[in-house]
């Protein structure tokens, strides 16, 4: 719809009849899209007169309005009219003035004179409506014939200059319009007249600018018409001049490349799309001092068109110079050039853009060129910037900051911050993402990334065409490449995570694809981050929708995976263990992604390979649930036909020492994590592969298989022997094992401290070159010897720590240093103390390490006698134990047992509500929560905790009773309290008879005794 608002006021060329219906049309369309409150449209109409029921009759004019096909939308307060809906001449009228400038600017006054004479058409002759904007168009016209372009019409200016106060720069324009046609004497009679009438009228002497063009007149500088080439003045387009948005994130980018500009006389901002090329390259722009010139070559198609937009930017369109080529013209103006020429927009017309920036830069030596694209140019000199994703904080301050100006409500920040990544902190990514959140939750924009191009594309309008879309991004640098690079690319994005040139040139199916991979790290399709190739995630997106067929890459995939796995898993133990894992660790992802296509298409052979080194890495690292929700398909869990079709244990294919390794590998997760189907299939697997294939299986592998009874049941006869039995062999990795298993059984089933047989089996995996069994094994010493005072817990604890992080087991690393941080807080380390203190602030998720972490400063309080600090602990190791998810109880039970404890602890000194209550139903909850998997250690420290209880009943009989089978049984307590305050408890109770006392016996006694407490 085109509403004419210079001269009368008319909606498609049809009048509009009525003060009142035009008053609010007016408003609106001043507005500008905005709304315009009620109060504000009954002002225009009625002057500070309204009628009785305003509101009402505003809304009676505004039906008018609609009915004359005006959109008009009701708002809270209000209304507005959609700016996209509405055309007005005068905003024509601005548009075309802006465009005359740019191009008088930039040299072309023909271009300027036409959109001159287009804006002035669009105004009544008196030029009475905005009469600003009018006297702009008028003196832009006059400009233009000066520099040559179309003839002089001085009517314009002289109804500027005959407006009272008269317009002293249309004054000045009109004298040297006619001084350009040789007529001096009008031009010196116009100055006095105006001169006069200042003086009569307002007591002033004309303006400086028309004092100035006197006095040109006077010396007969202005008898001739200057040339239409003018010196150079900045020229920046208008969203370069003003932006609409604030610049976030890039300060540090903004002086680098200021700073490059002064030491050469090039510089390349180099990013993939959407990275922020062309706003980093405005900022700089606004920043620079001297003159700034700015030529976009976005809408260029062919090599030929570079050089003359340069030269028209640069030379504009000179009458002494039409008939030279364009490169005449570009050495003709090389030497008078000066300041900053950006270029932007260079990567689809690299060769021609690099021809003309030598060659300006060889002419101009005063002229510095910035550049952006989506590769460098490839001039000697050139200083290449690339710009980086966004880090963290910056791109969600930029995603929140684009979210609240769309008016989007608040969003989560860690959910705010898990978008960025999924976008890959990519800036235009942000600001379509921003511009669906104002209409979407967080959570629904998070799932839809699925498909991100669906949800993103043609969010934001207004956008140059290659970014009007993720889609529209990508495939301009697509359009770029060779129709192998566009090959190698499709394929390319199969590979989920950072990858070497051996990955890429399995997955493209061909042996040399350096060529191939550097074309695309140039062109910002892929990035070198620590000598792997990274793709990001919405190119490589666009990558899987592009390829036609993924079953050639993922082939490649694959086969490249079974390589890496098999040398991987060899180097699992021993020398090279720690480079091993590091390397399994960056090439996670990828084995992943291989491992699922396997697995979903039936390769087992494959499968079992690529396993093999992944569901290591995943168990020492702690990630138990990872490798029992993988070997869930591979088994067939829930899948009978399929497991009646494997031939897992028959296929010739299929390594039988690695599928035994995996075998064993799935039994132990299984035991952490709970399914007990998966446990049996994986034992019914393990024992036919040793049945049939016996003699292809390792002898390492052949014993430790050998270990798994024992992890089922540490108290039966068998478990023992076969414990004996490994602690005799010839391999350090399998004797370790064997002396690891004997110590948890003797701690077990006679409640002997496990420190001798776990210093041995620390020195077998020390030998054998295994840092997890190292790790493992000084924990099980720390804890055997934290009673004493020697300081030996505190080394070795200090040991498992560090053997724990040079695996990369975060997750363990961290829980040994809870138990580390304890043993030294309890000395008096300060720095310690404050750790733990750290801990139990952390986010949750760590439930053990609170526990841990709470029960140590418990310990503390002890000491101190802190008795309010002392419940306040006891009561959160309860809630943490109650959270704790993990299907073995014995922690969950140990923790309530602590807790009790302390409850009784703090009563027997200072008192305490309900410790009686609290205390018996911590217990009664251990129990529930053993079942019958409870062992012989937490029989023992379940007996102690009820012998406590007791005591503080008073039934100090069955208190010692209990107190002796519980010191009969391994439970000690020594791992949760302090050895003195240990001694302390036991002072009342402690007694010999335990030692008369079977284990059997112990263990049905406690039952017994507990019961009647309880």
């Not at 050089?307 to 570009?330: E, H, N």
């Not at 697509?478 to 499709?490: G, I, N, S, T, V």
Request: aromatic residues 4%; charged residues 25%; proline residues 5%.
């Amino acid at each position: 719809m085109r509403i004419t608002t210079l001269g009368p006021l008319a909606v498609d060329g049809k009048p509009v009849r009525g003060e009142r219906l035009a008053a609010v049309i007016r408003e609106l369309i001043e507005a500008r899209g905005r709304a315009v409150p009620t109060a504000t449209l009954t002002d225009a109409v009625w002057q500070g007169d309204p009628p009785e029921d305003a509101a009402g009759a505003v809304q009676a004019l505004v039906s008018r309005v609609r009915r004359l096909g005006v959109p008009v939308v009701a708002v809270p307060g209000g209304y507005r009219t959609p700016a996209d809906q509405v055309e007005t001449d005068i905003a024509v009228a601005r548009v075309l003035a802006d465009r005359a400038h740019a191009a008088l600017r930039a040299g072309d006054p023909i271009a300027a004179r036409k959109a001159a004479d287009e804006a002035r058409a669009l105004f009544p002759e008196a030029g009475a409506e905005a009469a600003r904007l009018f006297g702009e168009v008028a003196m832009l016209r006059a400009e233009c014939a000066l520099a040559g372009a179309g003839s002089y019409e001085e009517e314009d200016l002289r109804s500027l200059v005959a407006r009272t106060p008269p317009d002293e720069p249309a004054a000045a324009l009109l004298v040297r319009v006619l001084a350009a046609q040789g007529r001096d004497a009008e031009a010196l009679d116009l100055v006095e007249r105006l001169r006069a009438e200042l003086a009569d009228r307002y007591g002033t002497d004309p303006s400086p600018v028309l004092a100035e063009a006197h006095v040109a007149l006077l010396r007969g500088e202005l008898t001739v018409a200057p040339s239409p080439r003018r010196m150079p003045r900045s020229a920046m387009p208008a969203s370069w001049r003003r932006p609409g948005t604030a610049l976030v994130g890039r300060e540090q980018d903004v002086a680098t490349v200021l700073a490059g500009l002064t030491e050469a006389p090039l510089v390349t901002i180099v990013a993939t799309g959407g990275a922020g090329k062309t706003r980093l390259a405005a900022e700089v722009a606004r920043r620079a001092t001297g003159v700034v010139q700015v030529i976009e070559l976005a809408g260029l198609r062919e090599p030929a068109e570079v050089l003359p937009a340069v030269v028209a930017v640069l030379g504009g369109v000179s009458l002494d110079r039409r008939m030279l080529t364009p490169q005449q013209r570009l050495q003709a103006i090389a030497a008078e050039l000066d300041g900053l020429l950006v270029l932007d927009n260079c990567e689809h017309l690299l060769d021609a853009t690099a021809t003309v920036v030598a060659d300006l830069l060889a002419a101009a030596p005063d002229l510095a060129v910035l550049a952006t694209s989506r590769a460098p140019l490839g001039l000697a000199g050139e200083i290449v910037h690339r710009l980086e994703m966004l880090p963290d904080p910056e791109a969600l301050a930029l995603l929140q900051a684009r979210a609240r100006a769309g008016g989007a409500m608040s969003i989560d920040e860690d959910k705010a911050l898990r978008l960025c990544h999924r976008l890959d902190n990519l800036p235009l990514a942000l600001e379509l993402a921003a511009a669906r959140l104002r209409h979407m939750p967080i959570d629904d924009v998070l799932a839809g990334l699925t498909n991100r191009f669906a949800l993103l594309d043609d969010a934001l309008r207004g956008l140059p065409e290659r970014h009007a879309s993720l889609w529209a991004m990508v495939d301009w640098s697509r359009e770029l490449l060779a129709p192998d690079e566009r090959e190698l690319l499709q394929r390319l994005a199969v590979v989920p995570a950072p990858f070497t040139a051996a990955t890429a040139a399995a997955v493209a199916g061909r042996p040399n694809v350096h060529r191939g991979l550097a074309v695309l790290v140039e062109q910002s399709l892929l990035r070198l981050e620590e000598n792997r190739y990274r793709m990001l995630e919405t190119v490589r997106e666009y990558g899987e929708a592009r390829l036609a067929n993924r079953t050639p890459a993922m082939t490649g995939l694959v086969s490249w995976a079974r390589a890496t796995a098999v040398e991987l898993t060899g180097g699992l133990v021993g020398a090279r263990q720690l480079e091993t894992l590091a390397t399994g660790a960056r090439e996670q992802e990828n084995l992943l992604a291989a491992l699922r296509w396997a697995v979903t298409t039936g390769d087992e052979p494959a499968a079992v390979d690529v396993a093999a080194p992944l569901f290591y890495l995943f168990m020492i690292r702690g990630l138990h649930l990872e490798v029992t929700e993988w070997a869930g398909p591979m088994l067939h869990v829930d899948d009978i036909p399929a497991r009646r079709r494997s031939t897992l244990h028959t296929d010739p294919r299929i390594n039988a020492d690695r599928l035994v390794w995996v075998c064993m590998l799935i039994v132990v997760n299984a035991g952490i994590t709970g399914p007990l189907r998966l446990s049996v299939l994986a034992l019914r697997v393990l024992r036919a592969v040793l049945a049939e294939r016996g003699a292809e299986v390792s002898p390492r592998n052949t014993q430790l298989s050998r270990l798994l009874p024992v992890l089922m049941d540490l108290q039966s006869d068998r478990a023992r022997a076969e414990a004996d039995a490994l602690v005799m062999d010839e391999d350090p990795f399998v004797r370790g094992f064997g002396m690891f298993a004997r110590a948890a059984i003797s701690e077990l089933t006679d409640g002997t401290t496990m420190a001798f047989d776990a210093e041995q089996a620390y020195a077998c995996f020390e030998a054998a070159g295994d840092h997890w069994g190292m790790g493992m094994t000084a924990q099980a010493v720390g804890n055997s010897l934290a009673a004493r005072a020697d300081g030996t817990a505190v080394d070795w604890l200090t040991r498992s720590v560090h053997n724990m992080e040079l695996i990369g087991a975060a997750q363990d690393a961290r829980s040994m240093q809870v138990l580390l941080d304890i043993q030294l807080a309890l000395t008096g380390d300060a720095e310690a103390e404050g750790r733990l203190r750290a801990t139990v602030e952390a986010e949750p998720g760590q439930e053990w390490d609170h526990a841990q972490a709470y029960l140590g400063l418990a310990n503390l309080a002890w000491q101190r006698q802190d008795w309010d600090e002392m419940l306040a602990c006891a009561a959160r190791i309860a809630l943490a134990a109650q959270d704790l998810t993990d299907p073995q109880p014995q922690q969950r039970v140990l923790f309530r047992i602590s807790a009790a404890i302390l409850y009784l602890a703090v009563a027997a000194d200072h008192p305490v509500p309900r410790a009686d209550l609290t205390a018996a139903t911590l217990l009664a909850r251990a129990r529930e929560d053993s079942g019958t998997a409870i062992d012989l250690p937490m029989v023992g420290a379940w007996a102690i905790g009820g012998a406590l209880l007791a005591h503080h009943r008073g039934e100090d009989v069955a208190a010692r009773e209990l107190w002796a089978l519980g010191i009969r049984t391994g439970g000690s307590l020594t791992t949760m309290f302090t050895p003195a305050e240990f001694a302390r408890m036991a002072a009342p109770l402690a007694n010999e008879d335990h030692r008369l006392t079977s284990v059997s016996a112990a263990t049905a006694r406690i039952r017994e005794l507990m019961t009647h407490i309880l």
